[in-house]
C-alpha cells in the first residue's frame, strides 16, 4: 500500500464536497420530475428511468469502480469521475429529449460510480478504526445529507423561477471546483500489492443483468408478469448474474472477491442496507408527487416540505455516532429501522383532501430520525475490521446494495402503485393515492425484514472490534 501523509480533515471537507455534488443532483432531479414528465412528455414508466438510468449504472458499475481504485490510484478515480459526472451534467442540461436525457442520466451514473467508491475508500484508508473513523464517517454522512437539503431547496427554486435544465447545469461550477482542489491537495493512494488485471467481463454481466431485472420489472405492469416478454426477460437477467458468479469465481482478479462475505459484519450491512434502501428509496418518489400532484405545490415548496426530513437526519445521524459506542452498533440500527417504518406507515394514511402539517410532516420526521440512525451503524459496520487492500472493493459492495436496492425497490414499488391504482378506479386523484398508500406499506415491510435481516445474522461477537475500537479513542492515521 502506497499512502503519501496529509491532513485528514482537509481530505475529508474535499472528498465530501464531491459527494456533496453526487447527491444534489439525485435530491434536484426529485424535485423537478413533474416538470421533466410536462415538458418533455415523458410517460410514468419513462419518468421512472430519469431516475433508474443513473441509480442502476452508478450501481453496476460501483464494484468495478472501487476495484480500479485499489490498483491504478484512488485519486487518480476520484477525478476521472469528477470530469465524467461534470460532463454529463452539462449534457443532461442540454438534453431535448426522452433519450438524450436517459443517456446523459446514465453517464452521469458512470461518473458518480468512480466517485463515491473512491471517496469512501480514501476516508477508511485515512483514518484508523475507532473513534476518529466514525466521526469521519458522521461528518461524511451529515455533508451529503446536507447536499440533499441544498437539492431540493435549489432544485425547486431553479425549477420554479428558471427552468428543469438548470438542475443539472448548476454541478459543472461544483465539479470543477471539486476537481482543481482535490488534485492539488488529496494524496494518492492504492494497492501496490494488487494483481494488474481489470474484470471487464464481470463489470458487464453484472451490470446488463440488474439493467435487465429492473427492465423487466418496470415492464411487467403493462405487458403481463406471465408474458413471454417479461419471462424471456427474467430469463436473461438470471443468465447474466449466474455468469458473473462464474467469472468471479474463476477470475485472477475478480471484481468480487466472493470470499469477502465470509466477513459476517459486512455480509449483513449490504444485506440490510440493500433492504433499507428498497423500502425508503421510493419515498422521495411517491411524496415528491404527492405533494405536488395532490396537494398541489410548486417545485419550489416541494423542496422546502422535505427539509424536516434532511434535517433529521442529520441530528440521528450525529446522535448515532455518538450512542454507537455506548449502546452498542446493533440497538442503535434496530431502533433506526423501527422508527423508519413507522414512518411509512403513517404514509399509508395520506388523504386525498390532506394537508402537509398534519398528515405529511410527522412521517417525514419518524422517517429521517430513523434512516440517520441506520445508516451510520451500517457503514462503520460494512468498513471496519478489513485490510486497507480491501477498503477500496468493500466501498463498492455498500455503495452498491445502496444503489441497486433503492433502483429496484423503485421499480416494484411503482409497478404496485400503478397496479393498485389501476384497480381502484373512481376519480383519478383518489385512485392515485390508493397506489401510494400500497407502496408505502410495501416499503414498510421490507424496512422490518431489514431489521429482521439484521438481528438474525449479526451477533455481539461479529461487532465487538468494530464496539471496542469505537469506544477507545484511537488517534487518527495520517501516513504509512
Known sequence: MRRTATNPWVVLVLICLAQFMVVLDATIVNVALPSIQTDLHLSDSSLQWVINAYTLVFGGFLLLGGRLGDLLGRKRLFLVGLVIFTGASLLD????????????????????????????????????????????????????????????????????????????????PVGIVAFVLSS?????SRDERAHRSYDIAGAVTVTSGLMTLVYAL???????WTSARTLGLFALAFVLLAAFVVIELRAKAPLVRL??????????????????????????FFNTLYIQQVLGYGPLEAGLAFLPFTAGIMVSASLASQFAPRLGVRPVAVAGFLLAAAGLLLLTQLPVDGSYV??????????????????????????????????????GLFNTSQQIGGALGLAVLSTLATSKASAAGGPPLEALVVGFHWAFAAGAVVMLAACGVMVALLRKRHVARIEEQAASGEPVLVGA
Do not use: C
Not at 466514525?134 to 425549477?159: E, F, N
Open 358 to 395: 398534519a398528515d405529511v410532516l410527522p412521517a417525514l420526521i419518524l422517517s429521517s430520525l430513523g434512516m440517520g440512525a441506520v445508516f451510520m451503524p451500517l457503514t462503520l459496520i460494512a468498513t471496519t475490521g478489513l485490510d486497507d487492500d480491501d477498503q477500496g472493493l468493500a466501498s
Open 93 to 172: 442540461g442540454l438534453a431535448t429529449g426522452e433519450t438524450m436525457l436517459i443517456s446523459a442520466r446514465a453517464l452521469q451514473g458512470l461518473g458518480a460510480a468512480l466517485i463515491s467508491p473512491a471517496a469512501l475508500s480514501i476516508i477508511a484508508t485515512t483514518f484508523k478504526e475507532g473513534t476518529e473513523r466514525a466521526r469521519a464517517l458522521a461528518v461524511w454522512a451529515a455533508i451529503a445529507i446536507g447536499g440533499s437539503a441544498v437539492g431540493l431547496i435549489l432544485g425547486g427554486a431553479l425549477t420554479q423561477y428558471f427552468s428543469w435544465p438548470w438542475i443539472f447545469f448548476v454541478n459543472v
Open 218 to 224: 418496470v415492464g411487467a405492469q403493462s405487458a403481463g
Open 259 to 284: 470470499s469477502i462475505f465470509r466477513v459476517r459484519s459486512l455480509l449483513t450491512a449490504n444485506v440490510s442496507m440493500f433492504l433499507a434502501m428498497s423500502g425508503m428509496f421510493a419515498m422521495f
Open 184 to 188: 492539488r491537495l488529496i494524496a494518492e
